[in-house]
T-cell receptor
């Protein structure tokens, strides 16, 4: 049972344009969501997060949107740069006994062409 | 520099042998985690520990064992009972308390190949 899904395995974007990466979840107990970026043969690095009490969080070129009713979040990268090419994972966490545990999606490979 | 180290980066073993993957952190984090990543899949949680001398099974703990004798160290043993041990293994840590505890910091990973 995949509780966090990234339905697009890959995304290709031209440099300077917007990249939109999507993530859907099924567990209504999730209350905190994160995006990680991963280069091959390296560990993921934290990018941006959002709490369920918000619907938007911005950090420079990165913005995460959360639609709780649709159980959907998205990561917008504007403008996209070739250095953004990597695998992007969304992750979610619930409170209670699951405090601190993250459930990850399958990842989306983003390629930004010069 | 504070961070998480995993060694070695690449590890090769024969089928039927146990192997232990190292994970050390100097971030003074209470919680530590082990994940595995397979091609085309997300990270799946193997074991996690929120405090020294305590750990819990994650989603795919069968065939693995861990120990947490020191705050800085969380070694993972891949036993011969693990049916598909070849994978990329990632260790992570996070502060246990407070809002930031959701954000996990990852090591560089160990690629284990069992033949």
């Amino acid at each position: 049972d995949q509780q966090v899904k990234q339905n697009s395995p890959s995304l290709s974007v031209q440099e300077g344009r917007i990249s939109i990466l999507n993530c859907d979840y099924t567990n209504s107990m999730f209350d905190y969501f994160l995006w990680y970026k991963k280069y091959p043969a390296e560990g993921p690095t934290f990018l941006i997060s959002i709490s369920s009490i918000k619907d938007k969080n911005e950090d420079g070129r990165f913005t995460v949107f959360l639609n709780k009713s649709a159980k959907h979040l998205s990561l917008h990268i504007v403008p996209s740069q070739p250095g953004d090419s990597a695998v992007y994972f969304c992750a979610a966490s619930a409170g209670g006994t699951s405090y601190g545990k993250l459930t990850f999606g399958q990842g989306t490979i983003l390629t930004v062409h010069p | 520099d504070g961070g998480i180290t995993q060694s070695p980066k690449y590890l090769f073993r024969k089928e039927g042998q146990n192997v232990t993957l190292s994970c050390e952190q100097n971030l003074n984090h209470d919680a530590m985690y082990w994940y595995r990543q397979d091609p085309g899949q997300g990270l799946r949680l193997i074991y996690y520990s929120q405090i020294v001398n305590d750990f819990q099974k994650g989603d795919i703990a069968e065939g693995y064992s861990v120990s947490r004798e020191k705050k800085e160290s969380f070694p993972l043993t891949v036993t011969s009972a693990q049916k598909n041990p070849t994978a990329f293994y990632l260790c992570a840590s996070s502060p246990e308390t407070g809002f930031m505890s959701y954000e996990q910091y990852f090591g560089p990973g160990t690629r284990l190949t069992v033949t």
